[in-house]
């Protein structure tokens, strides 16, 4: 167990080797959320400088993030509960499905339900040619057909960042058949990562989008097998490590986004976060702020853009001289608090009321009809 005083109220979690829950990464869900909050805010208006940046940083590099640390926990999960084998295949997939799709359904209903109120929006000219298109999107939905593509996943106009939901359902499904594989042979695995990387890179040297996100997950992966290897680096070490994976992460996204690299890069600073030996770094991560952001993480990020846009519409009809402050970047932090503030608690009511009932639901189904003695 980790001990130490601070000024952060802190929660008391598993050492990761005792193979328990890791609390802290909570934390890190929770910050990749409001990263991308704020690449939404920011890409909704002109003229800020740095935004291709921030973009690449706040929302690409949190989406890579986002799935590093759900491969990676999904591993330690599996394996914990001895059920990497085949028999216990289908029963971590009822259990999964559970787990994501009845609050992205959820989601979707609110966003269209949202989408009504977009045309408080007004046209003004600050705003960005990605923000008027997450607008029309939401307006041209229409028609039983439509909705229910978007609630399918076959469409998404409502609410564009599900298609990162796409891939976590992708990634949940090799997990269990990754961990298959002979641990200790480095042919197979190099095969997977051969094919994964072939298959990401299109003739032009640009990446797949449905193929090379999905890197991420491999990566947590492989981190998930060599991490009772580790050794902890002293406290000194992790500040220097992982001030070096900053300045490259930073450094490479400052050139050009690329799934494969970023897997690589954060995945190293993932490394360097799990057991996290900087005492007022966990302390800062395990604290209670934090550690709420992350256990709403999910259904924050599934109800932030719509609501975004929402927050947006409001002020456009209440308060329309706040969104053309100058310079941009004054309401685009405007709208990023807004939005915050609006999202946090109905994403509460969401874990609350339908992330952990249906979660409870799916193990209890898995537990039911599937676990075999």
Known sequence: MFEMSSKFPVRMIDSPKSGGRIAHLDALRGIAALGVCLHHALYSFRGITGNEFIYRMAGESAVVFFFLLSSFVLCRSIDRGGRSGVTGIPAYYVKRFFRIYPAVLVAVGLAALVAFFYREIPDLNDATPWFHEQVEKARSVSGFSAYL???????????????????????????????????????PLLAVAGVLICFAFRSDGSTRYWIAPLFGFYIGYLIHLVEPFFRVPTSGRTKLLLAFGILLWLFSIRHEFNYITESIILGGILIILIPCNWPSLLALLNSRPLHFLGMISFSFYLINLPLLLLSYAVLGHLMPKVLMIQPSIIPALILFLVSIVVTIPIAELFRRFIELPFNRGGHFLARRYLTTS
């Open 149 to 187: 593509m978007n609630a399918l996943l076959l469409d998404r106009r409502l609410d564009p960042p599900l298609w990162t939901i796409i891939i976590e359902l992708m990634g949940s499904f090799l997990l269990p058949w990754l961990l298959l594989l002979p641990r200790r042979r480095p042919v």
